[in-house]
C-alpha cells in the first residue's frame, strides 16, 4: 500500500511540475532547428518566423543549421529531442515527406513529431544558367532531349523538392539529366550563377533577382497561376509543359509528446506571427501564399501531412528515385 500511494504521489508530482513548466513557458530561449544550409528558402523562412514568434512569446529563438543527408540528419535532431517546448523545427515537403519514400529512417515521420501548424507554400521555379542558348520552356525541353548525358541538374540532396521536382521534370520530357547534389539551396544557387550546372528548380525568393538582374534565365514556374513578385514569368501550362505543378510548403513541428499547453502557446505564437503585417509582406515578397486561419492549426497540419504522404510516396517509389 505504502509503496503505491508513494508512485501515486510521484506521479501527481510529475504532473504538476509538467503544468507548472507549461504556464511558465517558455523561461529561457528557444532553438529552431533548419535541417538545411543557411542562404535556402526553409532557412529564410526559419528566420523571419523566429524573429516574429520570439517577439510574441517574449524569448529569443535561436535558429541552428543541421544539415546532411536530405535533412534527415536535422529531423533526426528534432525528433530525439526533449519534448519541453525548448526545441522545435522546420520541415517541408522534402525533409518531412520525401524523405520517408527515398531514406531508411531512423525515426517515423508522422508518429515521432508534434505538429505545430503550417507556414505558407510557394512554387519552384525551372531555372538555367545564364549562357542556356534556349529562350523559352519548348526550347529547352528539346535542347535538354538533344543532349542527353551531357546535362547537369543541381539539387540541394536526395529526397529534396528539387531533386525529386528534377527527376519528375526529366521523367515528363523524357530526357536523361545528370543529378548533381549539392548541400542546400544556396549552395545550388552559386553553382548555377557561375554555370557549373546547366539547370535546377528553384524558389522565386532566390531567383527572381537574378533573373531580372540577367545572371540566370527562368523559363516557368511549376504552377497553375502566376507569382505576384514576378508576373512576367509564365506558368507551366503556358510555356510547354501542362500540368508540372509542384508546390514547395514549410511547417513547424516539435518532438513527439510535447505537452497539448506548449504546443497551443506555440500555434498562438505561428498564428499571431503570420497575420502580422510586417511579417505577412515580408513573405508575400517571397513569393509565399500564407495559408488562412483555419489551415494554421495543428490538427489541420497533422490531417495535411498525412495527405501529402499518401498522395507523394506512391509518385516518388514509382520513379525510382533512390539515395545515391
Known sequence: ???LLYAAACTVA???????????YPSRPITMVVPLSAGGST??????MAQGMGEVLGQTIVVENTMGAGGT???GRISRATPDGYTIGIGQWGTNVATGAIYNLSYDLVKDFTPIGLIATQPLLIVARKTMPANNLKELIEWLRSNANNTNFGHSGAGTPSHVGGILLANSIGAKITMVPFRGAGETTQALLGGQIDLSLNTPALSVAQMRSGQIKVYAIAAKERITIAPEIPTTDEAGLPGFYFPFWHALWGPKD???????????????????????????????????????????????????????????????????
Request: charged fraction near 25%; aromatic fraction near 4%.
Open 258 to 324: 510535447t505537452p497539448p499547453e506548449i504546443i497551443a502557446k506555440l500555434n498562438d505564437a505561428l498564428v499571431k506571427t503570420l497575420n502580422n503585417p510586417t511579417i505577412r509582406k515580408r513573405l508575400v515578397d517571397l513569393a509565399q501564399d500564407i495559408y488562412p486561419n483555419d489551415q494554421l492549426t495543428p490538427q489541420a497540419l497533422r490531417t495535411f501531412h498525412q495527405a501529402e504522404i499518401d498522395k507523394w510516396w506512391p509518385i516518388i517509389k514509382a520513379a525510382g528515385i533512390k539515395v545515391q
Open 14 to 24: 510529475l504532473l504538476s511540475t509538467a503544468a507548472a513548466n507549461a504556464d511558465e
Open 73 to 75: 540528419i536535422g529531423e
Open 1 to 3: 500500500m505504502r509503496k
Open 43 to 48: 532557412d529564410v523562412i526559419a528566420r523571419i
